[in-house]
């Protein structure tokens, strides 16, 4: 069980925009800045928003990020089928003294 | 290009030890942090270690702490994770990735190994 939590699953139709929040605490969340990944079955997860909202080069201004207190979500607008994939927050653990990720989402687009 | 590639998985029983390497190219090893991963049969991901880019600090999982080792060879370009006392809780892929931006942001990973312990 994560000390990051996400909903298991998420869902939306194309075009729509859909959120994914991640709930830490003031040694993860708190104190560090949030990343978000996708990750498709047998590949390499892939970085999307670093930094808390910051996009790598090459990721769609579709996704984004932010981040309150404790908390952080991930934004995606216009989705996509091929969007449909599990998604984890990641973020240093100041308590732990180490990187913890969320549990994971899995969206469908429906 | 940017590369790293992950070898040294395979099936080893309960309490063996194995070594895991991650050969990297593209970019200029010894300036970079680099994580591993892991990824459990029907599991999320779980963060396994880091080491920084000189190699001084290591940080590790509760889950592996005392059992798995992270060091580098910068001479070689290749990352290691050397695995003691395995168990059964141990079987995962487990990829190798470049510390970017911050503690968790890798934007770069390899393909990853697969670990499978069983007797």
């Known amino acids: 069980q994560s000390v990051l939590t996400q909903p298991p699953s998420a869902s939306g139709t194309p075009g729509q925009r859909v959120t994914i929040s991640c709930s830490g605490s003031?040694?993860?969340?708190?104190?560090?800045?949030v990343n978000w990944y996708q990750h498709l079955p047998r590949t390499a997860p892939k970085l999307l928003i670093y930094?808390?909202?910051q996009r790598p080069s090459g990721v769609p201004d579709r996704f984004s990020g932010s981040k309150s207190g404790t908390s952080a979500s991930l934004a995606i607008s216009g989705v996509q089928s091929d969007d449909e994939a599990d998604y984890y927050c990641?973020?240093?653990?100041?308590?732990?003294?180490?990187?913890?990720f969320g549990g994971g989402t899995r969206l469908t687009v429906l | 290009q940017v590369q790293l590639v992950e070898s040294g998985g395979g099936l080893v029983q309960p309490g063996k030890s194995l070594t895991l390497s991650c050969a990297t190219s593209?970019?200029?090893?010894?300036?970079?942090?680099m994580h591993w991963v892991r990824q459990a049969p029907g599991k999320g991901l779980e963060w396994v270690a880091v080491?920084?880019?000189?190699?001084?600090?290591?940080h590790y999982a509760e889950s592996v702490r005392g059992r798995f080792t992270v060091f580098r060879d910068d001479s070689k370009d290749t990352l290691f994770l050397q695995m003691d006392s395995l168990t059964v809780e141990d079987t995962a892929v487990y990829f190798c990735?470049?510390?970017?931006?911050?503690?968790?942001?890798?934007?770069?990973w390899g393909q990853g190994t697969v670990v499978t312990v069983s007797s």
């Open positions: 930094s808390n909202s």
């Open positions: 080491i920084s880019f000189d190699g001084k600090k290591q």
């Open positions: 990735a470049r510390r970017d931006w911050g503690w968790m942001a890798c934007e770069v």
């Open positions: 593209g970019f200029t090893f010894s300036n970079y942090g």
């Open positions: 990641a973020v240093w653990d100041d308590s732990l003294n180490g990187g913890v």
């Open positions: 003031t040694s993860n969340i708190g104190k560090n800045t």
